[in-house]
Structures are given as C-alpha cells and as structure tokens.
C-alpha cells in the first residue's frame, strides 16, 4: 500500500515533469495568469532570446493592477505614462505571443484572481502560477497555486514549468459553525492573528474543517488569498461538492464527456486518512469574533471589540515593530477599537471583490446614508461581477447610499493607480495588506471584511457589524 | 540566451576607474519595460550631450569603435546599484565581452545571465591589453572561451580563469531556462502523458 498522501503530495506528485539528484523539480504549470505590471521584461526576455510562450493556450493576461477604474476610462487613456505605457505593453505582448486576453475594454476583464476562477481557467488538481503573490486565491479550488517573480514568468512563458523544491505541509482547521456577522474574511485574519506572518513560511497550508465546508466559493477564495499573509506561498481547500458547482458551466471548464472524466479525478483529490502534516493550527469556528487590523502587519490583529494594545505586550522585536505601528497609525494605547474614526471605505479587491462580497455590504447599506463627508468607494473586482451587481440592484443600493460604483481593477489595494489614501488618511479596507504606504503615501488602513467596511461607513469609525444586523 | 564561442573583434578601450552602472546606464531609463533597446542609451551621460547631440571624443562615438564588441577597462567595473539593466544595456550595444582587473559583484554575476564574458585580467595584462585596443579598428582582439585565452591583435596569448559551470553555460548559451530546456524531452513526455490522463487541462 502507498504511504497516505495530503492534498498538497497528490497534486503535487501529479505534476513533477522532471526530479534532478538533488531534488529540485520541474513542476509543470497548467495555468499561467499573466498580468501588466510583472511581465513586460519577462516577454521581452523571451523577444531577445528568439523564444515562444510554450504554451500559449494555457497562459491568460488581464490587466488590473494600473487601470483607472473611474467611469471615464473606457474613453480616455490613461492618464499617467508609466501605466499606460505598461498596458499597452501587455496589448501588444498578448497579441505578439497569441495568448488569452482580456484588455481593459472587455466586460470579462477584472483583477486577475477574479477573472481565472470566474472563466473556468482555475480549475481542481490544477497548478496555477502567476507574477503576483496573491495567486493563492486558486487554492480554494484544491488547486496548488502561488506567486512567481518575473523570471520566473519568463521561465513559465518559457518552458510551461517551474524550478520547484516542495514544501512542508500544514493543517489549518477551523471547527464547528462560525456565528453570525462572522465572514471568511474573519477566519483568514483570525487564523494570521494566531499564527503570525512568519507562521506559513515554507509550508503550503490546507484549510479544512466544517466552518471551512461551509463557505461558499467566493469565501474559499478569500481565506486562500490571505494564505501568503501568513507567510505560506501557497493555501488549498480539497475540492467539494460546492466546488464543482462552482466550476460546472464555466467557459473554459471542460464539458460533456471530458467534465465527467475531470469529475472523476477531482473527487480523488483529498488528503488521505493519517497523512502526515509537518504543522497543525485548529481554531474554534464560534470562538471567532469579526475582527480588525490595528496596525501596519496583517497579524495586527483583533476582535473588534478590543482596544489597542500596549506595546510591552509584546515580545522581542516585535515591541519596536508596535510602537512604530501605533505611531504611524495614529492612535493610542488602550483606545477602543470602535472609536477609531475612519474617512475612506475601500471594498474590493481580489480578497473581497466577488459578488457575495458585495452582497454582504449591500445587506448592511440597503436603505441607509453613509456618514457625512465620508469618502466611501465599491470596485467590482471583475466587469462580469459589476454586471451582475447591477442585474441583483446592489449598485443602485451603493450609489444611493452615497458609494462610488467603480469599474473592475486592483484600485485602492494598491497604490499604483489613481486610487489613493491621502497623508494621514484612514480607510476601512476590505484588501488585503496594511503595510506603511500601501494604499497611498502614509495612508492608514485597517483591515476588515466588506460588512464590517459597510458598517464604518455608515457610521464614521470602526464598528461591530453585529449591532446593525 | 545565445551561445558564446570565440569572438574575434574591436575592443574599445576605457581606461577610467570605477565606472559605476549610473554611467553604464542612468537612473532615468530604469522606468522602461524593456530590456532590449538600452542599447542606444548605453553610457548616456558620456556619449550625448544635453541637447541629445553625440560627443565625439567619447571611446564608442569614434569611427572605429562603433561597433565595438569587446570592451578593456579600468579597475572596478559595474559598481553601483543591482541593476540587471547596466548588462542589458552593454548587451544590447553589442559588447559580449568585457575586460578589467576587477569587477563589482552583482554586476560579474548580472552579465553571465546575460550572455556576457566579464574576464578578469592582472594588471599588467590589462596593460597591454588597453594598448592594443587603442589601435583602433584594425587591430582585432580574439576571446576563445573554450580555451579560456585572449589572443591581441599581434598575437600575444594571455590566459584567463572562468567558473567551469558559468563557462559551460556560456558556451551553450543556457540560462536557467537554457538549463530547464535541455530536460525538454521530459517536460514533452509529461505534456503527452497529461493530454491523456487529464486532457481537460
Ligand atoms: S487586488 Fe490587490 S492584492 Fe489583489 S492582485 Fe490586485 S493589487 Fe494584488
């Protein structure tokens, strides 16, 4: 009998295309999602070497992280050179090397993450790479999927394999029911808060147990995009019933004869009864409360109805590490977290910029104003999640609340388009990073899911969602 | 990445010290997205004046050194920042090989990834060297690297050391996807195996 396998081992096993002596491995790579800003000099690369894309039937470029998402876009150009420069680049390289491609002007364009599930592109068992860190996104399909840098992309482009060693594997469980107002968003920071962004490194992560089962696709998606938050490169969820409805009808998902076949394969993909973890985390589904970030590390984490801590709680170097981030954050020792006053709400991103997430914040707005002179912003994170806003009449229930309505890109999450926090501004954010000067030049964010997002709109500062449901 | 053999060619000589990779390629052509077509803006701020005009006294805007595809320089080349585009740029002029009695780190390692042949000579070598580089176009400098041997215009043969594994990756022209390519056979029979076994993917 062979040795029990993780989900990690079975997928993995399924696609070393080569093993040297020394145990680095050429993995193959089903999917390369490819986006404007990490690839030019990697298609350039392949230009100067007299190289094709091996497979460009496999590899997908969008580009998000530069666009504008103001309404004008679809018009003008954009505005900023270096941006639209990169774009354009990526027309042309897509174009060039004849892979798939939405452009900005395409309704199906969106954050990359966003787009490959919403397409059929991720798909169970698959590896998914892309030049982005945030590719664990497609690990909630039980699909082994990670960041690459950009020679890497080239490599990828290149050869349709990566220069791999495996990784440890660890378990994260979350038992029993999560309690209302609790989101995928809650489990994903609440699992960093206990592990610390060191936590991961050098595993690859399976979230499983019935709070985990429980979650739709689109909350899948959120708890693996955050994986890389907690240091691991890459987070799974084995594939379910859920996960195949999900899929089924998809574009690009196999249909007829060949779905079954994939079916058929797909329920094998599970971690095997005594497989061996190197690491364990369990975490109470009813302990987890709806949390925040109070500071500028994704592990600042707490309930929302805590206060900021006091820094000599802390140990090692993280005591300099939290009076710098009390500092830049602008707040006090033993303040209560719900008075922490907020001026911008960000919801999108490819964390939290699916339909359900939109509905969540929707559910909290309907009928309601946000607070005076707050500056409160919704970005799909695909056109195809904006049409569908419209059809459900979430965006009328955004606009009318006071929301901007955007059209599908990174935005705020990052600042590398117009979409900024101004010095000393602070947002609710529903991204996925608080790092000094993430979503703008000494802007502040804190993160939480889209109801808690909604919640500090309306009223100004930090709030227990709960209290409003 | 092309495979590098012998070389016979002009060698432009460049005697200054510490030529940084601000000189080799400034600040201002970083924000491409290119790493091709540096070329034109190699050593920039010695080659062109402000108005864009070329300097005709700079070594690579004479006649003769146009097309030069060696380069002999002074001590401490490529010091500096990391920056990959300082080789792209003398990669994409047309200089294959460069030749110095020293080399700053980053900037050796940058240029064997980029096809590039840092040889790293005494100074006396360097020395004769230079001189013969001054002759001008006639005068043709040879890089065997298989024999790991520069021979001067007038036929005097010097010896040089290279890392055996960066000599064989050189010669073959393999960068890491060089090195992935030549285990393409595998990476096939994987590609024929899962068109079978998954043919969804
Ligand atoms: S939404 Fe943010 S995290 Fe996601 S791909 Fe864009 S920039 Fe990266």
Redesign the pocket.
Same mark, same amino acid.
């Given at each position: 009998m062979t040795a029990p396998k993780t989900l990690y081992d079975k997928i993995w096993d399924a696609h070393v295309a080569h093993e040297g002596d020394d145990g680095t491995c050429l993995l193959y790579i089903d999917r390369h999602l490819v !986006?404007e800003v990490t690839s030019p000099q990697a298609f350039e690369g392949l230009r100067l070497a007299g190289r094709k894309v091996r497979a460009p039937e496999k590899t997908i470029a969008v580009p +998000? !992280?530069n666009v504008p998402t103001t309404l004008d876009r679809v018009s003008g150009v954009i505005a900023n050179e270096e941006s639209r420069i990169q774009v354009e680049a990526l027309d042309k390289n897509a174009k060039d090397f004849g892979v798939h491609y939405y452009p900005v002007s395409d309704v199906r364009q969106g954050?990359? !993450?966003i787009v490959g599930p919403e397409q059929g592109w991720t798909l169970p068992g698959m590896t998914v790479v892309c030049g +982005? @860190? !945030?590719t664990a996104t497609h690990g909630a399909f039980g699909a082994l999927a990670h960041g690459i840098g950009t020679s890497e992309v080239e490599h990828v482009l290149a050869t349709q394999t990566l220069i791999q060693r495996k990784g440890k594997n660890m378990k994260v469980e979350i038992t029993g029911k999560l309690k209302p107002g609790v989101t995928a968003k809650d489990i994903t920071l609440a699992v960093i808060g206990e592990t610390g962004t060191g936590g991961g490194t050098g595993y690859v992560i399976e979230y499983c147990g019935e709070a985990i089962r429980d979650l739709s696709m689109e909350g899948r998606m959120t708890v693996c995009n955050m994986a890389i938050e907690g240091g691991a490169r890459a987070g799974l969820i084995a594939p379910d019933e859920t996960t195949f409805a999900y899929v089924k009808g998809r574009p690009h998902a196999p249909k007829g004869a060949q779905y079954e076949a994939a079916l058929a394969w797909w329920k094998t993909l599970y971690t095997d009864e005594g497989a061996h973890f190197d690491k364990v985390v369990t975490l109470k589904g009813e302990d987890i409360q709806p949390v925040v970030t109070w500071g500028t590390s994704p592990e600042d984490v707490l309930p929302i109805s805590a206060v900021v801590p006091a820094p000599e709680s802390f140990e090692g170097g993280k005591v300099e590490a939290v009076k710098r981030a009390i500092a830049y954050m602008g707040l006090e020792v033993g303040q209560k977290l719900t008075d922490i006053k907020i001026d911008t709400v960000f919801i999108? @991103? &490819?964390?939290n910029?699916r339909i359900e997430d939109l509905r969540a914040a929707a559910a909290i707005l309907k009928g309601k104003k946000v607070k005076d002179g707050m500056r409160a912003m919704v970005v799909p994170g695909s056109g195809l999640v904006r049409a569908q806003a419209e059809e459900e009449g979430l965006a009328q229930i955004f606009t009318d609340a006071g929301f901007e309505w955007r059209l599908a890109g &990174? @935005?705020m &999450?990052?600042a590398?388009n117009p979409d900024q926090l101004a010095e000393g501004e602070r947002c609710a954010s529903t991204?996925?990073?608080n790092f000094e000067g993430r979503q703008g030049y000494k802007g502040r964010t804190h993160l939480v899911s889209p109801a808690m997002a909604a919640a500090a709109a309306l009223t100004g500062h930090l709030t227990d969602v709960r209290e409003m449901m | 990445m092309e495979k590098f053999q012998k070389i016979t060619g002009v060698a432009a000589p460049m005697p200054l010290v510490n030529i940084d990779t601000d000189m080799i390629i400034p600040k201002v052509f970083l924000k491409t997205i290119k790493r091709s077509g540096l070329g034109a803006n190699l050593f920039d701020e010695m080659r062109f004046d402000r108005q864009g005009n070329e300097i005709p006294d700079f070594v690579l805007n004479k006649p003769q050194y146009r097309d030069a595809e060696i380069l002999v320089a002074g001590d401490n080349f490529g010091c500096g920042s990391s920056r990959e585009h300082a080789p792209w740029a003398i990669r994409d002029f047309g200089i294959k090989c460069v030749i110095s009695t020293s080399f700053a780190d980053i900037f050796f390692n940058n240029c064997f990834k980029n096809g590039i042949l840092p040889i790293v000579m005494p100074q006396e070598v360097v020395d004769t060297l230079m001189a013969d580089a001054e002759k001008g176009s006639n005068a043709r400098m040879t890089i065997n690297l298989e024999a790991q041997e520069v021979t001067t215009s007038d036929g005097q043969v010097f010896e040089f050391e290279v890392d055996p594994f960066r000599k064989h990756c050189l010669l073959e022209g393999l960068d890491d996807i060089g090195l992935t390519l030549a285990h393409e056979a595998s990476i096939d029979m994987f590609e024929e195996a899962a068109a079978q076994s998954r043919p969804w993917v």
């Open positions: !986006h +998000d !992280h954050i990359v !993450h +982005d @860190s !945030h999108g @991103s &490819c964390t910029g &990174c @935005s &999450c990052l590398m991204s996925n990073r | -």
